[in-house]
């Protein structure tokens, strides 16, 4: 054969053609595959399947996914709030009663209804 038919390795270029041809299709595939991986990231591809799985919901299943996601995550925030909101301390009416029986001018009768009212409304607090 001349020359001017051979590619630069010194074989003729029906060659490569032939080689193609003898791989299988799934050695095809694979290697499309790696191919078109290497463009994503792993956690893009992860993404990316979650995102072909929602496109061929129907409508009725997308909006049960939705609402799911949508319950999940008020759950969650509440017992996130709950367990970050402050515990209250409990409150001492004996001592606050002390501190106000200090006061001139307010006699023992005044303090016991003093201690009426406040056992009445801390104590709705406390049950709430």
């Known amino acids: 054969?001349?020359?001017?038919?051979?590619?630069?390795?010194?074989?003729?270029d029906?060659?490569?053609?032939i080689a193609i041809q003898n791989i299988s299709r799934e050695e095809r595939k694979?290697?499309?595959a790696k191919k078109r991986s290497c463009r994503r990231t792993t956690d893009e591809n992860i993404i990316h399947d979650k995102?072909?799985?929602?496109?061929?919901?129907?409508?009725?299943?997308?909006?049960?996914?939705?609402?799911?996601?949508?319950e999940k995550a008020r759950s969650e925030?509440?017992?996130?709030?709950?367990?970050?909101?402050?515990?209250?301390?409990?409150?001492?009416i004996e001592k606050i009663l002390g501190e106000i029986g200090m006061i001139r001018g307010i006699?023992?009768?005044k303090l016991l209804n003093i201690g009426n009212v406040l056992?009445?409304?801390l104590g709705v607090q406390e049950n709430a």
Request: no cysteine; net charge positive; glycine share 12%.
């Open 77 to 92: 925030g509440f017992n996130l709030g709950k367990a970050q909101a402050p515990k209250p301390e409990p409150v001492n």
């Open 119 to 121: 056992g009445k409304y």
């Open 51 to 70: 995102a072909v799985k929602m496109r061929k919901m129907t409508d009725e299943q997308l909006v049960h996914y939705v609402e799911d996601r949508v």
């Open 14 to 17: 029906k060659t490569a053609g």
């Open 107 to 109: 006699g023992t009768a």
């Open 1 to 12: 054969m001349a020359k001017w038919n051979r590619n630069g390795e010194g074989y003729a």
């Open 30 to 32: 694979i290697a499309m």
